[in-house]
């Protein structure tokens, strides 16, 4: 049963929650994972008003807007969660953890008028992704897998598995647990190598022409 599922999830994760009264009762987190299934399902059964009238009435008992069209996976954790708003054409993959003031929002493209109501505006988000306070993603671009975005950031674009990233705009500084900075070092060295190669090489073969 995913109410449970969600209850343990949130036992696991916040080690402020003392019991499974306590998260029933104060969490609103999961009353708005709730109340936002029962209106995703009306809007894809084209009950589109009902299920707006439903997300605004969780927005406004939680202060977390999330649109009935947006897809949420499984084991959501919205820590706080004042403020966050989850967009229309949002995808959110599996044990995804948003702190308060998250927005998941669209691009300046749908903002400008510039995108169909069809077309995805908002970003897709991978499993295991951590999301800082008052972050924002904005429009139809990926969070990969086990990324962490640290809290203020501003993402505009792709981010790969397994990242952090931090800023305005947001910059990754590590990578598949590495800084990025060692990384670009590496790189350097290694162009610097292959240029020293080049250089012996040409010493060598204009030595052996001079000894002929």
């Known amino acids: 049963m995913e109410l449970l599922e969600l209850i343990e999830n949130i036992l696991k994760k916040d080690p402020a929650a003392k019991s ?25 059964k084209n009950f589109k008003t009902l299920a707006r009238f439903i997300s605004q009435y969780g927005r406004f ?21 004042m403020g966050v708003v989850i967009g229309e054409t949002t ?25 169909t109501r069809s077309q995805k505006r908002h970003p897709t988000i991978g499993n295991n992704v951590v999301i800082g306070s008052g972050a924002e ?19 505009l674009a792709n981010v790969p598995s397994n990242c952090v990233v931090v800023g305005i705009p947001g910059r990754i500084i590590y990578q598949d647990g ?23 090489n040409y010493i060598n073969i204009h030595s052996s022409q001079s000894k002929a």
């Open 137 to 155: 993603i904005q429009g139809d671009i990926t969070i990969g897998d086990n990324s962490i975005i640290a809290s203020g950031s501003i993402v």
């Open 91 to 115: 995808i959110i993959g599996d044990d995804v953890v948003l702190y308060q003031g998250v927005t998941l929002g669209a691009g300046s493209q749908a903002r400008m008028g510039e995108l």
């Open 20 to 44: 499974i009264t306590e998260v029933v009762l104060c969490y609103p987190g999961l009353h708005v994972i709730l109340i936002h299934r029962l209106a995703h399902k009306l809007w894809l």
């Open 61 to 81: 008992l939680t202060g977390i807007e999330i649109h009935p069209g947006a897809t949420i996976g499984r084991k959501l954790f919205i820590d706080h969660g």
């Open 178 to 200: 590495k800084k990025i900075d060692e990384i670009n070092n590496l790189d350097s060295i290694t162009a610097k190598l292959f240029e020293l190669e080049d250089r012996l």
